[in-house]
C-alpha cells in the first residue's frame, strides 16, 4: 500500500525519512557522501582502533581526536529490535507494522560498531535477534541517503 500524507509517499514497513536533508557538518559529512554513492563508511580511531557509529569528534573510549573513515561491507546481524506497531502520527498509519532495529555491523572486529536503522522488505514477525541484514540505500533526494537494512534469505542478497 502507497499513500501521500503527509510524509510524501509512504510504504508499510518503511519509515519515511522526515528531513529532506542531512543537516551534517564536519564530523558527520564523510559518512553522508558515502551513502550518496552506496558506501556504508564508520569512523575508527587511529590511536586505539575503536569503531565509532554515529560520527563523533573524539574517541570514547582513548579521547583521541585521530580517526580514518573505513568502509564495511554493510552487512551485519539484528542486536536487538521492536515492532512498531502504533502510528506516531495519523499520517504513518500506511507504514506500521515496521521493525526498528539496532544492527551490529561486520567488518568492525569484534568493537561492535552499531547502528539504528528501519529493516525493510520482510515480515516484521521473522526478525529475531542474529538475523543476517544487508544495508539497502534510500536515495530520499539528490542529498538524503537513508541506511536501511533487509534480511539475507539463505545467502542471497537482494540484488543477486
Known amino acids: 500500500?502507497?499513500?501521500?500524507?503527509?510524509?510524501?509517499?509512504?510504504?508499510?514497513?518503511?519509515?519515511?525519512?522526515?528531513?529532506?536533508?542531512?543537516?551534517?557538518?564536519?564530523?558527520?559529512e564523510p559518512y553522508w557522501a558515502a551513502a550518496r554513492d552506496d558506501r556504508l563508511v564508520v569512523q575508527q580511531?587511529?590511536?586505539c582502533g575503536t569503531f565509532r557509529m554515529p560520527p563523533a569528534p573524539l574517541c570514547f573510549r582513548c579521547r583521541s581526536k585521530d580517526t580514518a573513515w573505513v568502509e564495511l561491507p554493510g552487512t551485519g546481524t539484528v542486536y536487538a529490535s521492536t515492532i512498531v506497531r502504533h502510528p506516531l502520527h495519523r499520517g504513518l498509519a500506511d507504514v506500521v507494522p515496521y521493525v526498528s532495529a539496532i544492527i551490529e555491523l561486520d567488518g568492525t572486529q569484534g568493537e561492535g560498531a552499531r547502528m539504528l536503522a528501519n529493516?525493510?522488505?520482510?515480515?516484521?514477525?521473522?526478525?529475531?535477534?542474529?538475523?543476517?541484514?544487508?544495508?539497502?540505500?534510500?536515495?530520499?533526494?539528490?542529498?538524503?541517503?537513508?541506511?536501511?537494512?533487509r534480511p539475507v534469505r539463505d545467502g542471497v542478497h537482494g540484488d543477486d
Open 1 to 28: 500500500m502507497t499513500s501521500t500524507q503527509p510524509f510524501g509517499e509512504v510504504r508499510r514497513g518503511v519509515f519515511p525519512a522526515t528531513l529532506p536533508y542531512t543537516m551534517s557538518d564536519a564530523v558527520t
Open 45 to 47: 580511531c587511529t590511536r
Open 119 to 149: 529493516v525493510i522488505d520482510c515480515d516484521p514477525e521473522e526478525i529475531r535477534i542474529g538475523t543476517h541484514v544487508e544495508i539497502a540505500f534510500d536515495h530520499v533526494n539528490d542529498e538524503m541517503t537513508v541506511a536501511r537494512f
